[in-house]
């Protein structure tokens, strides 16, 4: 019953930044995992961040190169994801999704169990 909400995308011009926010409806995030994935038409959807609940350790895709930082709020209510030097191809819709426990988190899909609804990014000038 745990819900989900995504805010920040919008369209940005190359060379910008962005800043996705994941928030729980209902419960906070203390014991759950969150990773942010996304999904441009056509391709397979991509993890590109996730941070764990047990320690907030972090994990990135190779392919954001540095440029992706997921953080946790104090409260762990909300979880941030900075996107700096946005590219064309940051383009996708991004989601947020949670996993239930205290394991460390993986950058795959199949490991969590609620989902947003997905927030659009587009990067064009």
């Known amino acids: 019953q745990l819900q989900l909400v995504e805010s920040g995308g919008g369209l940005v011009q190359p060379g910008g930044s962005l800043r996705l926010s994941c928030a729980a409806s209902?419960?906070?995030?203390?014991?759950?995992?969150v990773g942010w994935f996304r999904q441009a038409p056509g391709k397979e959807r991509e993890g590109v961040s996730c941070i764990s609940s047990s320690d907030d350790s972090t994990n990135y895709a190779d392919s954001v190169k540095g440029r992706f930082t997921i953080s946790r709020d104090d409260a762990k209510k909300r979880v941030t994801l900075e996107i700096d030097t946005l590219k064309p191809e940051d383009t996708a819709v991004y989601y947020c999704a949670a996993e239930p426990g205290f394991r460390k988190c993986v950058l795959r899909d199949s490991s969590y169990d609620f989902w947003g609804q997905g927030t659009q990014v587009t990067v064009s000038s």
């Open positions: 209902t419960f906070s995030l203390d014991y759950y995992s």
